[in-house]
Structures are given as structure tokens and as C-alpha cells.
């Protein structure tokens, strides 16, 4: 821990040196870089505040029903809301909730996350997935603050790699008040870093579940327009592939390619014009047109939109060794759902689409081809996405969120927060 806190001091020194010449240069620093670095700025009132933190858009996303939960309960709770990335910060910014701030997640450096809590002084911190933090963890164990990690994902890379730390990785899972693991193997991977098992909480998914966006456009080619939500180096290549072998019998065939890393915009681009494919791309202003085989949607936040316009999705890190990422929101959105032999990171929902047939496994380019042609059709787009909907149906109902609620108002003392809301009207319960 020693070293890890000299690191991050030295890194800090880097960082607040870039921050220091972009400004001698009158040119802006890397985007988000002094808000890790500031105080955050918590919402007005004087109520409890909740530090809730997900690194991105898919885990802020599958929170939002136990955010809207805990608003509801708590009339004057304020929540305090983090990410790690510009798009995930921008996504739930744009939810307008009340009583709630959001910001990058501070910089894991012990001052800069002392600086944090003491400014935020936050009642417990609540993770979504897969965060570890060591000063985040250590200082929240420090100040009593408690720790909890809903639908905690760690796979067996990661379990390796802080298996290699065993004093570290115990230390780290005490700082843990309760996690609710997301499969068994990631429960059996906690437990061996050190996590008690009475501190896991039951295996729970929260389903990412967002709400449709009025007048996002659906249009009347969904059926022949393939959405790649999320795709990686690797992955681009061999999507392009299979649209070029399709519109040989499919001309009308459109595709919405959805980077997971916007930066590689300009690769992408060569990779479509290598194969002489007409396309416009959304961070140079255009927007998608009539015709045009494909759409570089490079930019974060607007997933909710192009899971509406197509009726079939690929699923990215699907193909590479990056362990898939959710099919949820193409479930969600009544999108056909395609992807690769690499899902470990929501294994429990990719082995019940597996078993339901509510998904199709693809290994390359001539793979992808041919699902494409077999699904364009609405009827057959319907069925698949019918069938997702009903192996996916167990992970959405409320109990995930139910026991986050119940051990949060546990671990603060909150009962409100664990006591659903009376309904209007409901009579008082007769006892006997």
C-alpha cells in the first residue's frame, strides 16, 4: 500500500503539472482531468448524502432504478454521483434528478479522495460492478464509512492479478461492508481475496433496463439496420466484413457502428473507406441519412437512440477476449441480439440466452453474415428478441435492487431506506 500511495502521489504531481502548462499555454487541459483533481460540489440541502459511484454508462444505467428508490424513500436524502468516464457523468447528468450531483470520480490518490470525503462527507459509498479502489477503500474503512458493491464482477484475470498481493487484497476486502456478487464464481473469487462470507450478499444482476427516449427516431428500415453497440479493436474489421457479404443480397442493409472508445474514430473511418462503404460519422456533425450503409455513432451517451433504430444488435468485446458487454439494452429495446463466444463478464445472462435461444452466437465474419440475412425480417427480428426477453426475465425483477436497499439501510442506520413506499389508499395491515 506503501508503494501504490507513492505512485499515485507521483502521478499526482504529473497530472497537476498538465493541468499547470496547458494553462501557461492558454490551451485547455485533457478533458475532465481538474474535476478528478477539485472538490466536488455536493447538492444543496441538509439530508444524508449518498456517494454512489459506476464506471460508465452500462453501470449507471442498470443502477437507475435503486437510484430512483433511494430518492423516493428518503425525502430529503441527496445522492452524490460518479464516474469514471466523460459519457457516463454526461448520461446521468442529463436524467435531471433531483437533490443528486454528478462528477468524475476522484482520483485514487489519498489526498485527493481525503479532500473528497471530507467536502461530500458522505453517509456510505455504494459500488456497481467491479471498482477497486485502494485509497477510495481504505479511507472510506478509515472514517467508518461503509462500503457496499452491488452485483460485484471479478473475473479470474482480475482475481489473478490481485491474487499476487495477498496482504493487499485482504486488507482491501475488509474496507468491504457488502457485496452482492454477480454469479458464483465471482463470490467464490471474493472470498478467496480475503472477503468474508458473511459480508456477501445473495448473486444478483441489476438489469440494465433504460427508459425510452420520446421522439428517438425508429424509422421504417429498423428491420434491415444492424447496430455494433460497443465494439473493439478487432471487432470493427471483421463487422464491416459481414455488412459488405450481406448487401450483396441485402443492398438496403445499413449499419450503426458504435465504438466503445470514441478515439478511434479516424481507424475506423479508413477501415469503412478501405472497403468503399458510404458512410457519415456523428462527431463531424452528421446525422444519420437515408441511403448511407453506414454510421460511425462515435460519440457517448446516445446508445438509447440507436438501440431504437435497429432491429438487430451485435454485441461488442464479443469477438475479442474483452468478455462481452450487456445484452440487457437490446433486450430492453426489442433489438435481435448477435454475439461472440466472449461473454464472461455477464455470464449468467448470456448462458440463459444460450439456453432460451434468445441470442445468436457468431465466430467471424461469414458467421455474422449469414445471421444477418436469416434475421432480416421483422417477424423473425420479433421472435429472437421475444425469446431474449423471456430468458432475460428473471434478472429484472425488483429483488436485486430490493436487497441493496435492505443492507444499505442497514449499514447506515437509514431505516427509510429499506421500507417500501406505501401505496395510496393501502388499508393498515390487520394483524391477528
Not at 475532465?32 to 460540489?41: K, M, Q, S, W, Y
Not at 474483452?322 to 461473454?343: D, M, R, V
Not at 425488483?398 to 401505496?423: D, F, Y
Amino acid at each position: 500500500m506503501v508503494l501504490y500511495r507513492l505512485f499515485t502521489g507521483l502521478i499526482l504531481v504529473a497530472l497537476r503539472a498538465r493541468i499547470a502548462l496547458a494553462r501557461l499555454a492558454r490551451r485547455p487541459a485533457p478533458a475532465g482531468l481538474a474535476e478528478r483533481l477539485d472538490r466536488p460540489v455536493p447538492p444543496a440541502g441538509t439530508g444524508p448524502l449518498i456517494w454512489l459511484h459506476g464506471a460508465s454508462n452500462g453501470e449507471l444505467t442498470s443502477a437507475r432504478p435503486l437510484i430512483a428508490a433511494l430518492l423516493d424513500r428518503v425525502p430529503d436524502l441527496r445522492l452524490l454521483i460518479t464516474a469514471n468516464s466523460l459519457g457516463g457523468r454526461d448520461l446521468v447528468r442529463g436524467w435531471a434528478l433531483a437533490r443528486t450531483a454528478v462528477t468524475l470520480a476522484p482520483f485514487d490518490q489519498a489526498g485527493t479522495v481525503a479532500r473528497f470525503l471530507d467536502t461530500a462527507r458522505p453517509v456510505a459509498l455504494v459500488m456497481i460492478e467491479n471498482e477497486i479502489w485502494p485509497n477510495r477503500l481504505e479511507l472510506c474503512a478509515a472514517r467508518g464509512i461503509p462500503v457496499l458493491v452491488a452485483g460485484a464482477r471479478l473475473s479470474s484475470a482480475s482475481a489473478r492479478a490481485w491474487g499476487r498481493f495477498p496482504r493487499l487484497a485482504r486488507r482491501l476486502m475488509s474496507a468491504i461492508r457488502w457485496a452482492a456478487p454477480q454469479d458464483e464464481a465471482s463470490r467464490a473469487r471474493l472470498i478467496a481475496l480475503g472477503l468474508a462470507p458473511d459480508r456477501l450478499g445473495p448473486v444478483l444482476t441489476l438489469k440494465s433496463v433504460p427508459e425510452q427516449t420520446d421522439g428517438a427516431p425508429a424509422g421504417p428500415a429498423r428491420a434491415q439496420t444492424l447496430l455494433a453497440a460497443s465494439t473493439h479493436a478487432g471487432e470493427d474489421e471483421v463487422v464491416l466484413d459481414a455488412v459488405v457479404a450481406a448487401r450483396a443480397t441485402l443492398p438496403g442493409l445499413r449499419l450503426i457502428l458504435a465504438p466503445r472508445h470514441p478515439h478511434r474514430r479516424d481507424r475506423i473511418e479508413a477501415l469503412i473507406r478501405a472497403r468503399d462503404l458510404g458512410f457519415a460519422t456523428r462527431s463531424r456533425g452528421a446525422g444519420p441519412a437515408e441511403g448511407l450503409p453506414v454510421y460511425l455513432a462515435d460519440t457517448l451517451g446516445e446508445m438509447e437512440r440507436w438501440y431504437r433504430m435497429a432491429g438487430m444488435t451485435f454485441v461488442g468485446g464479443s469477438l475479442v477476449e474483452k468478455g462481452g458487454h450487456t445484452p440487457f439494452e437490446p433486450a430492453a429495446h426489442g433489438s435481435a441480439i448477435l454475439h461472440g463466444p466472449h461473454w464472461t463478464n455477464f455470464a449468467p445472462a448470456y448462458g440463459a440466452l444460450a439456453a432460451g435461444q434468445g441470442a445468436v452466437e457468431v465466430a467471424d465474419a461469414d458467421d455474422l453474415a449469414a445471421a444477418i440475412l436469416a434475421l432480416a425480417d421483422p417477424a423473425a427480428q420479433a421472435a429472437l428478441a421475444g425469446r431474449a426477453g423471456a430468458a432475460l426475465a428473471p434478472f429484472g425483477d425488483k429483488a436485486a435492487t430490493e436487497a441493496v436497499l435492505a443492507a444499505l439501510a442497514a449499514a447506515t442506520g437509514i431505516a427509510e431506506i429499506g421500507q417500501k413506499p406505501r401505496i395510496t389508499g393501502e388499508p393498515d395491515a390487520i394483524h391477528a
